[in-house]
């Protein structure tokens, strides 16, 4: 079984600043099958990247995601005042999904 | 417009039974695998079961932690998916999402979600 860890848990940055956020396998996946959702308080997630790095619809570009193997990254270039939320990675393997256990980027 | 719109949710006592629905709206159902996912209060996201769309086949799948007790179910002429909860225990609460998810597995709309609560 796939276990997700992401680094790290807290992220405090301003406004303006890059956010570099960190989903790591505990063995090799394929990328297709790796995304990444943002949540804010009181709402469901929102699809942002899907395998790995193709950003799903209505997404701005300032959100874009890299990575192969074990290590995927999601990078927000600058941060807006709506992006301050919790942001999962979330992986499919053989009948089952997997979520990481989260992210949150708050404002410094 | 592409929706999600979960129902059923309630305060129920453990080892009771209940059964939350998801209507859906803005696209064609019986072309989509589905998904339950759960969120207990404060936690994280938890996949709970999936259910593969009908042209694909009949494949069903279920988290460790419910399996043997909840069912998902699909009623693609009311548009419909189902999450039959049996043995409910206190871990299970938790809001509930229905989520469509794309072949490549990736859940791409969600529901608002309904909240379960086990309790006495």
């Not at chain 1, 992986?91 to 404002?107: A, L, Q």
């Amino acid at each position: 079984e796939i276990v997700l860890t992401q680094s790290p848990g807290t992220l405090s940055l301003s406004p303006g600043e890059r956010a570099t956020l960190s989903c790591r396998a505990s063995q090799s996946v394929s990328s297709s099958s790796l995304a990444w959702y943002q949540q804010k308080p009181g709402q469901a997630p929102r699809l942002l990247i899907y395998g790995a790095s193709s950003r799903a619809t209505g997404i701005p570009d300032r959100f874009s995601g890299s990575g192969s193997g074990t290590d995927f990254t999601l990078t927000i270039s600058r941060l807006e005042p709506e992006d301050f939320a919790l942001y999962y990675c979330q992986h499919y393997g053989t009948s089952r999904f997997t979520f990481g256990p989260g992210t949150k980027v708050d404002i410094k | 417009e592409v929706q999600l719109v979960e129902s059923g949710g309630v305060l129920v006592q453990p080892g009771g039974s209940l059964r939350l629905s998801c209507e859906a709206s803005g696209f064609d159902l019986k072309s989509y695998s589905m998904n339950w996912v759960r969120q207990a209060p404060g936690k994280g996201l938890e996949w709970v079961s999936y259910i593969s769309s009908t042209i694909t086949g009949s494949n069903i799948y279920y988290a460790d932690s419910v399996k043997g007790r909840f069912t998902i179910s699909r009623d693609n002429v009311n548009d419909s998916l189902y999450l039959q909860m049996n043995s409910l225990r206190a871990e299970d609460t938790a809001v509930y999402y229905c989520a469509r998810s794309r072949p490549t597995a990736y859940f791409d709309c969600w529901g608002q979600g309904t909240l379960v609560t086990v309790s006495s």
